[in-house]
């Protein structure tokens, strides 16, 4: 597969979206369209799934899409649901739908087979069963079983109706249908949001193997950085093409920007020496025909472009002077945290300026335990102890507004009365919304619209504890790393949520982990974290092996050559049995034939067993 776009460009409605587009997707790329929240990406993406709201762009190259090979595009928003009656497990297998009409042929061909010696109906059989091994058909339930597991959903969802599951439980679903459907191109719009750690782990060992081309856009750095390798800016409407995965692009985007500017700052210095000669020479015979070569030289050159200067336009605000609390910020003794049955249980002392990151699969009480501390909600059992001096400030995930039809400047000024309209307008200039903006109504806002509008309502008090449930959601990367550099400055008292692993490299220095039932309280940040458990798996997977090995007695090594060579010889049994059926004193005996289809799928069931073996060991060698 390969695709090239050439000088293309996006108008919807009288807005120019995307001006020059040029973009190369080759097989097993792995592509990072990234830009400013409102730059075109979602725009790009759904321009290729429908090239026809491409256009001619502004560039010098003549505008082409040309495609070579195969090119199934699947993207998350095309798949949606024809029938909400049906279970989870029957939505999932119509993805596999022609592996089923297969499977269900050959049972059927393998009837026929019972009732008449036909050489053509066991040619078909065979045929079948060679397409079908070709396709995975003995390993696709593994597959989507699997899956399943690691996106959460457990034995007794299977038979849950689609309508029973939430809306983003429902997104998870037609996200794994999507996978399973192993398209030449997967297109992801920001992928791991509302993903658990766990989860987002999990997608991107997944998708670093994926055998086919992938476009992703996403403001999940480390998930960029540990997948993709080629990066597409979008910028001012043009794309810029870097090669290395999200930091190196970063670096790379330094340098050039530096390198372009240098060289046409240069130009300019040359293009000012020409004309001066030329301005100081023209009006002297013996010297005109000089000064005028000055004049066409400059005529001659490519002229550079100055570089524009990346829109870094970002919320600002300043939480330097807050008043400080008593060093004993909240005391959380015996804490049990739900709603009708608990969750989790809680002892911690939480010191001033300690910044701590919670984090843990989804729907296991992290949110919840937030809303707890808040009073939000009352605990099931337990108390917290409040110090003194405390101002709270709460940011909400799910972006709760007072009303949809209020207007940004009047959800501002309903939660702070106390502020005049020019105060007010001039907090919210501060996050961006200048002019007209103020009057927007809620509903037409954007997600990190209401992720701006939500923080400046909180911050403006200057609260000394802060309280944040998944605040970078819907934020592009200029916004998180502002707010990293804010909460980083921050001498207040820090509790968060999130899944985004950078931002919480980058803040915590505890965690609170949501594990196995129980909250595990680590006094570090994230990378200590992550360096403890990787150790841990490696140390508790080497006694696991010493100790298989003490009890045993046994020689790996050994044993995997024996594992091979009964791999072999069944191979070879199973192509001699496969022989024996096209020789016509067997297929002209139904019990000859019968018998001896009997003995190859036995064999062929033996095969997998040995070959499941032989993974076992080689993981444990």
């Not at 100081?280 to 524009?308: C, G, H, V, W, Y």
């Not at 729907?363 to 101002?391: C, F, H, Q, R, W």
């Not at 998180?480 to 220095?509: C, P, Q, W």
């Not at 009890?551 to 050994?558: E, F, Q, R, V």
Request: aromatic share 10%; glycine share 6%; hydrophobic share 35%.
């Amino acid at each position: 597969m390969n695709i090239k776009i050439r000088n293309a460009g996006v108008t919807l409605g009288i807005n120019t979206i995307l001006e020059e587009v040029n973009l190369d997707i080759n097989d097993k790329d792995k592509i990072a369209i990234v830009g400013r929240n409102g730059a075109g990406k979602t725009t790009l993406l759904r321009a290729l799934i429908d090239n026809s709201l491409f256009e001619s762009g502004v560039g010098e190259d003549k505008f082409s899409i040309t495609r070579l090979g195969s090119c199934n595009i699947g993207y998350l928003e095309q798949i949606a649901f024809s029938n909400e009656e049906i279970t989870l497990i029957e939505e999932i297998k119509k993805s596999f739908s022609n592996l089923i009409e297969l499977e269900n042929r050959i049972n059927n061909l393998y009837l026929k087979m019972h009732e008449n010696n036909n050489e053509k109906v066991i040619l078909e059989y065979t045929e079948a069963i060679e397409e079908f091994k070709l396709l995975g058909g003995y390993s696709y339930q593994k597959e989507y079983e699997n899956l399943l597991n690691k996106f959460g959903f457990t034995e007794s969802d299977k038979n849950k109706k689609i309508k029973e599951f939430s809306g983003g439980e429902k997104t998870k679903i037609a996200f794994i249908k999507l996978l399973l459907s192993k398209p030449d191109l997967l297109i992801l719009d920001e992928p791991t949001n509302h993903l658990d750690i766990k989860t987002i782990e999990y997608l991107e060992s997944y998708l670093k193997d994926y055998p086919k081309a992938i476009i992703i856009v996403s403001h999940d750095r480390m998930f960029l950085d540990n997948i993709v390798n080629i990066v597409y800016e979008i910028d001012y409407g043009k794309t810029y093409k870097y090669i290395g995965n999200y930091s190196k692009y970063e670096k790379e985007k330094k340098i050039r920007y530096e390198k372009v500017l240098k060289d046409y700052e240069y130009q300019q210095k040359e293009i000012k020496r020409l004309r001066s000669i030329y301005e100081r020479f023209r009006n002297k015979p013996t010297k005109a025909s000089m000064a005028l070569s000055k004049l066409k030289q400059i005529e001659r050159m490519d002229l550079i472009e100055k570089p524009k200067e990346t829109d870094l336009r970002t919320f600002r605000t300043n939480l330097n002077e807050i008043t400080k609390t008593g060093k004993l910020v909240m005391n959380i003794k015996d804490l049990s945290i739900g709603y009708d049955k608990v969750l989790a249980n809680l002892n911690l002392e939480v010191l001033r300026g300690m910044k701590i990151g919670i984090i843990g699969e989804n729907g296991i009480g992290k949110s919840t335990l937030l809303k707890t501390i808040y009073g939000l909600i009352k605990p099931l059992a337990g108390e917290i102890d409040m110090g003194v001096n405390l101002n709270m400030g709460y940011f909400d995930q799910n972006l709760a507004m007072q009303s949809n039809d209020n207007t940004v400047i009047e959800e501002f000024r309903n939660y702070l009365p106390e502020l005049s309209y020019e105060q007010a307008r001039s907090a919210l200039g501060s996050f961006l919304f200048k002019g007209e903006d103020v009057d927007k109504k809620i509903s037409v806002l954007s997600g990190g619209e209401k992720v701006r509008l939500q923080l400046c309502k909180i911050l403006y008090n200057k609260p000394n504890v802060l309280i944040l449930d998944e605040p970078t959601n819907h934020m592009d990367i200029i916004g998180k790393e502002h707010l990293e550099d804010i909460l980083k400055e921050y001498t207040g008292t820090l509790l968060f949520v999130s899944h985004d692993r950078y931002f919480v490299k980058k803040i915590a220095n505890e965690l609170l982990v949501f594990e196995n039932n129980k909250i595990d309280y680590y006094p570090y940040g994230y990378e200590e974290y992550e360096e403890k458990r990787k150790e841990n798996i490696t140390f508790n997977t080497k006694i696991k092996t010493k100790k298989k090995e003490n009890i045993n007695n046994l020689n790996i090594n050994k044993e995997i050559k024996n594992i091979e060579k009964e791999i072999t010889n069944k191979e070879n049994e199973i192509k001699k049995l496969k022989e024996d059926l096209y020789k016509e004193e067997v297929y002209t005996n139904y019990e000859k034939s019968n018998e001896i289809q009997k003995l190859l799928n036995e064999n062929m069931q033996e095969l997998e067993k040995l070959n499941e073996r032989w993974e076992e060991m080689m993981l444990i060698y």
